[in-house]
């Protein structure tokens, strides 16, 4: 009855999470469908990105357009032009003001009701250890809901398995990996202020600079700052 197929659907951002998680998902043999969100970020600059890493890997590649809905939740340093993006560590307080409110959620409902139409046997989201601090929608407690919540909506029909593989790595650890799978983190972007270069200080930056540094991994990225705050 079922057709399911060995596709995944992967909630991709173009960071270095979600490519690592693409490279992860290819070597396992599925075939990628990866769902980007353009909500409005001003760094639009990962939305290309993503398209470079969806075509390393022959990938099927979709930005979903959420602009409107973005508009409609003022306050995020990543969506609204009048908070600025702090500097500093993500576990920092301040890295609050980058939460943008139940972004894992409205992703990951709809890369589900896409997996869910296409057959798909995956749906995956690229969170990891270092997010749970301050995003609390990247918790373990957020997946199991999202699991649920997923499973009771599609009761009748078809229903993709929920991961996250990465849930309790740390950023070194997701770094590690993608030198394993050979995963193109040079084609990355992560930087939340979306300029010509990464710029080395926000806290993506700095977890992005750390993680190759503790993983003894020479950093691929350009950052406007190279020395580190
Ligand atoms: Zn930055």
């Known amino acids: ?58 990938a099927e ?3 979903v357009d959420l602009r409107t809905v973005g508009a409609l939740m003022p306050g995020s340093a990543l969506t609204d032009a009048g908070v600025e993006v702090p500097d500093g560590h993500y576990e920092d307080t301040t890295m609050r003001v980058t939460v943008v409110p ?3 959620a409205i992703m990951g409902n709809i890369a589900a009701g896409i997996a869910s139409a296409r057959a798909a046997e995956v749906v995956a989201l690229g969170m990891h250890a270092g997010d749970h601090v ?17 499973e009771s909506a599609l009761e009748g029909l078809h229903c993709p398995r929920i991961e996250a593989p990465f849930l309790h790595l740390r950023k070194v650890d997701i770094a590690l990996r993608a030198a394993e799978l050979g995963v193109p983190l040079h084609l990355s972007w992560s930087c939340y202020r979306g300029g010509e270069l990464h710029c080395g200080r926000c806290g993506t930056c700095t977890e ?9 991994l020479s950093d691929p990225t350009r950052y406007e700052t190279q020395v580190a705050a």
């Open 1 to 58: 009855m079922s057709t399911a197929r060995s596709l995944a659907v992967l909630a991709f951002s173009g960071g270095m999470d979600s490519s690592t998680l693409a490279g992860h998902y290819h070597q396992h043999g599925h075939e990628l469908i990866l769902v980007s969100f353009d909500y409005g970020q001003r760094h639009t600059r990962e939305l290309d990105s993503a398209r470079t890493i969806a075509k390393h890997y022959a």
């Open 61 to 63: 590649h979709h930005v």
């Open 102 to 104: 139940n972004r894992n």
């Open 134 to 150: 301050i995003y609390s929608d990247c918790r373990p407690v957020f997946l199991d809901a999202l699991r649920a919540s997923v």
């Open 208 to 216: 992005r600079r750390e993680a190759f540094e503790l993983a003894g």
